[in-house]
């Protein structure tokens, strides 16, 4: 069962500005840090965004990650064909004492 | 070149065991935590392990608990899991994930997974 809870989907057209919200607890996002997975359709899961909104090297700048309180949320600008994916939000659960997912979002390219 | 690659799966009754392994090269094996992810057909990512650097510390998702170990050889570069009194809730992709621990937690390198079907 997910603790992170996400919009199931999202959408928009080429060059718009998406955004995928994230939403936990106190024990998750309210005391730890959130990254960003992005799964591409038949792939294994990417790095995105990690410490809440750092890019690995190779990552391009049209993706963003904020968090405030027990929410988080990514950012896509410039939305690209490319981009259609699932996205998952994770974060270390204290109380769990384990990691936790995001229900997923998927993303698709209007 | 960095890669993580999974082996093992396969088709187990429910009630079997199953070994998983995780073959890393292209960075220093020792120096990291690893994890298990899971992943049933069409749906979402799951945790299901890690495991410290020396195999000292471990966690486990309650689901597991019991019936799942996780381990490591640093001398071969391998990870593993076994898998025992599988479920058909257990039926997934696994894949083996590096975790970095820098200031926080993530998964910075993926295998491409196995899969794991439990049925009779």
């Known amino acids: 069962q997910s603790v992170l809870t996400q919009p199931p989907s999202a959408s928009g057209t080429p060059g718009q500005r998406v955004t995928i919200s994230c939403s936990g607890s106190s024990s998750n996002i309210g005391s730890n840090t959130v990254n960003w997975y992005q799964q591409l359709p038949g792939t294994a899961p990417k790095l995105l965004i990690y410490?809440?909104?750092q890019r690995p090297s190779g990552v391009p700048d049209r993706f963003s990650g904020s968090k405030s309180g027990t929410s988080a949320s990514l950012a896509i600008s410039g939305l690209q064909s490319e981009d259609e994916a699932d996205y998952y939000c994770?974060?270390?659960?204290?109380?769990?004492?384990?990691?936790?997912f995001g229900t997923g979002t998927k993303v698709t390219v209007l | 070149e960095v890669q993580l690659v999974e082996s093992g799966g396969g088709l187990v009754q429910p009630g079997g065991s199953l070994r998983l392994s995780c073959a890393a090269s292209g960075f220093i094996f020792s120096s990291y935590w690893m994890s298990w992810v899971r992943q049933a057909p069409g749906k979402g990512l799951e945790w299901v392990a890690n495991i410290k650097q020396d195999g000292s510390d471990k966690y486990y998702v309650d689901s597991v608990k019991g019936r799942f170990t996780i381990s490591r050889d640093n001398a071969k570069n391998s990870l593993y899991l076994q898998m025992n009194s599988l479920r058909a809730e257990d039926t997934a992709v696994y894949y083996c994930?590096?975790?970095?621990?820098?200031?926080?937690?993530?998964?910075?390198?993926w295998g491409r997974g196995t899969l794991v079907t439990v049925s009779s």
């Open positions: 994770a974060a270390w659960d204290d109380r769990l004492n384990g990691h936790v």
């Open positions: 410490n809440n909104n």
């Open positions: 994930a590096r975790l970095t621990t820098m200031i926080t937690w993530y998964f910075d390198l």
